[in-house]
């Protein structure tokens, strides 16, 4: 099945610092779903894409899909306590079985 | 809608024990799925189901089982539980076509297994 990378791991940034996580995959897309996991929480749906080359906004995210609909991500800007979790990408286009990256791991230092 | 509801919240069983954790959704959704997620890793799918009476292996199958009587439950089953399975598990459904693609997750179950 598909495999989808997300980078990094971890991520420590201070309060109004930006932020951005990474999504790739070695085959190309259907879609992709962007989730956040807040710390003891359970992943939250936050957006799918599903055009070469969307861009959509929340607020302060940015999510991408790239035009080969090979990558994707996810920018917040000026960070703020509120966005510390895990966000997940995830991508279940075309197959029963969803496939999730790692995860990135927000850490915001007030 | 509850949405996707999950019990126990929190359980530590004795190595050797079993167990069910119970999952059940009440949005009609064909597709539902068992992960457990480790410390600092990501979702590992244990197994999945299409539909009623359809079920089939993940990533993880190996010490659990699982049923789909009803469209709605989903339940998985720790057999002989080892310390291995601690972990959190979290249940999660999704239905068909263009919006059928966002996963609905349980608020997950935190299992130790001592």
């Known amino acids: 099945g598909q495999q989808v990378m997300q980078i990094p791991q971890y991520q420590h940034v201070q309060e109004g610092e930006d932020f951005t996580t990474y999504c790739n995959s070695s085959t190309t897309l259907s879609n992709i779903q962007w989730y956040k996991q807040r710390p003891g929480g359970h992943p939250v749906f936050l957006i799918q894409?599903?055009?070469?080359?969307e861009v959509k906004k929340q607020k302060r995210l940015t999510f991408q899909f790239g035009e080969a609909k090979k990558n994707s991500s996810l920018h917040i800007t000026a960070t703020q306590t509120t966005d510390v979790g895990t966000y997940f990408c995830g991508a279940s286009g075309g197959s029963y079985i969803p496939t999730f990256g790692r995860g990135t791991s927000l850490i915001v230092h007030p | 809608n509850a949405g996707v509801t999950q019990t126990p919240k929190f359980r530590i069983l004795k190595i050797g024990q079993s167990m069910t954790l119970q999952c059940a959704q009440d949005?009609?959704?064909?597709?539902m799925y068992w992960y457990r997620q480790d410390p600092g890793m990501g979702l590992k799918l244990i197994y999945y189901?299409?539909?009623?009476?359809?079920?089939d292996k993940g990533e993880v199958p190996n010490g659990y089982n699982v049923s789909r009587s009803t469209t709605e439950d989903f339940p998985l089953r720790l057999e002989l539980a080892a310390p291995s399975q601690t972990s959190v598990y979290f249940c999660?459904?999704?239905?068909?076509?263009?919006?059928?693609?966002?996963?609905?997750f349980g608020e997950g179950s935190w299992l130790t297994v001592v």
């Open positions: 999660a459904s999704r239905g068909g076509g263009f919006s059928g693609n966002t996963i609905y």
């Open positions: 894409l599903v055009k070469s080359g």
């Open positions: 189901s299409v539909g009623a009476g359809i079920t």
């Open positions: 949005m009609n959704h064909n597709y």
